[in-house]
């Protein structure tokens, strides 16, 4: 494990962040938890480019940083300047770690298994970004490690309850690459503090069914509406976490069917 001041600091403290943050205090850290609004509690700080204000003053910590990169123009150019802004007060105050969330998305659609090694090119405008984010920290001269997280379920993320009933581009046998919110949490506790022979790591359930078989799964426990798909080609696209769990990682849930009943 690393020398750590047990000090971190959470970028968005949302629907990842805050249940982190949680667990990292839980295991001793001082931890400080960003918001944009003002909420006058311990343990918070009011972060808001929009105001000019920063209230973030935590030297030598481990930062991780949770914001959604968002999905409109606006949404994206303001995820943009919080990254940049994160990297420097982070550099500036001797962070120990920046540990970034970023998305299995970055990779292509290609059926095949990826790896933190995988060589790929960039193919579409939404990936383009996500690399760029990317390379923005590993330019940024802090000590980091990408964390490219899979698709994430969880406490009010049932993918039973957003896609019952709807039909879906993608093909029936098409592998899903998810993970639980309690597996997130407890990844990036464990990649904030071990030593890590990489500095971009997958953090995906070792588990891939089929979209039917998984979305089955998931609508029928929730009594809803089936999920219905265009196509049936088998694509077996498949992002791999043999990384990290040779580390030493264990996953809570290494089967999603399970990880489906904890949402």
């Not at 090694?117 to 990317?134: D, M």
């Not at 964390?147 to 993320?157: M, P």
Request: glycine share 6%; net charge negative; with cysteine.
């Amino acid at each position: 494990m690393i020398n750590n001041s047990n000090n971190g600091v959470v970028v968005g403290a949302g629907w990842l962040g805050q249940p982190l943050a949680n667990s990292l205090e839980a295991d001793g850290w001082q931890v400080v938890r960003t918001s944009r609004q003002a909420k006058n509690k311990p343990n918070w700080a009011q972060f808001n480019l929009e105001q000019g204000i920063c209230e973030v003053d935590m030297p030598h910590a481990v930062w991780f940083f949770c914001m959604p990169p968002g999905r409109t123009i606006e949404a994206q150019h303001a995820y943009s300047q919080y990254l940049t802004e994160s990297l420097a007060l982070a550099k500036a105050q001797q962070a120990k770690r920046f540990v970034f969330c970023s998305t299995t998305g970055v990779y292509p659609t290609k059926a095949q298994t990826y790896t933190e090694l995988s060589a790929f090119e960039a193919s579409a405008e939404k990936q383009s970004r996500l690399l760029e984010n990317e390379q923005q920290v590993a330019d940024s001269g802090l000590h980091y490690v990408i964390v490219r997280l899979g698709g994430l379920i969880g406490e009010k993320r049932h993918p039973g309850r957003f896609l019952s009933g709807k039909t879906l581009s993608s093909s029936a046998n098409a592998l899903v690459n998810m993970l639980h919110q309690d597996d997130a949490v407890t990844g990036l506790s464990f990649i904030a503090t071990h030593n890590l022979t990489s500095s971009i790591v997958n953090l995906v359930t070792p588990h891939h069914p089929t979209k039917q078989a998984f979305y089955a799964e998931a609508t029928k426990l929730l009594a809803v509406d089936g999920v219905s798909f265009e196509k049936s080609n088998l694509e077996e696209r498949i992002i791999s976490s043999d990384l990290l769990v040779e580390q030493g990682f264990q996953f809570q849930y290494d089967n999603l069917f399970e990880a489906l009943k904890h949402c």
